[in-house]
T-cell receptor, first 121, second 108 residues
């Protein structure tokens, strides 16, 4: 059974840092591209970052570029998101998700349960 | 970036009703369109990929259609567990992976 379990959320002051982790199981982690997404309270879904299976390709949303760093450890089947210079507008539930590709069509077929980040003084 | 716009933003319906949610892309995305369902406090769940491919385990009352810029998600006979928020998402030109703003489906 595919499982994604996020951890590392919590309350952080503006300007602070936090590292999220996503532990994957039930599939060959290195074969899949992985995604971080977030959802501010009462708002919609926002893509945050992408990393290829090998880690060689990485992309970020403009809203987090230069502040967040995505990484992965395929030996540990784990995905990470290092978040620096946090702002109030980064307050959200953060989800990791697996990207599934079928005949060129990409989708996010498995999601973690989410971890809440609150940026507040 | 491709913008995705859903309508309506919210919708009230009875159990047993047929409902349709619309998603429009700011440019043609062929059929690179996914639909997700999110219930309160839960992670989104993939319902439909490639505009019309139902995911395994998703009830057949859900269907998707469309191509180009206009897409629909239809629920043929609403069940109590279908009351949720639905999001469309384009995978034609990524990154960024863009979502619609969501459609909240409520019980009337």
């Amino acid at each position: 059974e595919v499982q994604l379990v996020e951890s590392g959320g919590g309350l952080v002051q503006p300007g602070g840092s936090l590292r999220l982790s996503c532990a994957a199981s039930g599939f060959t982690f290195s074969n899949y591209e992985m995604i971080w997404l977030r959802q501010a309270p009462g708002k919609g879904l926002e893509w945050v970052s992408y990393i290829s299976g090998s880690g060689s390709a990485i992309y970020y949303a403009d809203s987090v570029k230069g502040r967040f760093t995505i990484s992965r450890d395929n030996a540990k089947s784990s995905l990470y998101l290092r978040m620096n210079s946090l702002r109030a507008e980064d307050t959200a539930v953060y989800y990791c998700a697996r990207e599934w590709e079928d005949s060129g069509f990409e989708s996010f077929d498995y999601w973690g349960q989410g971890t809440l980040i609150t940026v507040s003084s | 970036d491709i913008q995705m716009t859903q309508s309506p933003s919210s919708l009230s319906a009875f159990v047993g009703d047929r409902v349709t949610i619309t998603c429009r892309a700011s440019q043609s995305i062929s059929n690179y369109l996914n639909w997700y369902q999110q219930t309160p406090g839960k992670a989104p769940k993939l319902l439909i990929s490639a505009a019309s491919d139902l995911q395994s385990g998703v009830p057949s009352r859900f269907s998707g259609s469309g191509s180009g810029t206009d897409f629909t998600l239809t629920i043929s006979s609403l069940q109590p567990e279908d009351f949720a928020t639905y999001y469309c998402q384009q995978s034609y030109s990524t990154p960024p992976y863009t979502f619609g703003q969501g459609t909240k489906l409520e019980i009337k």
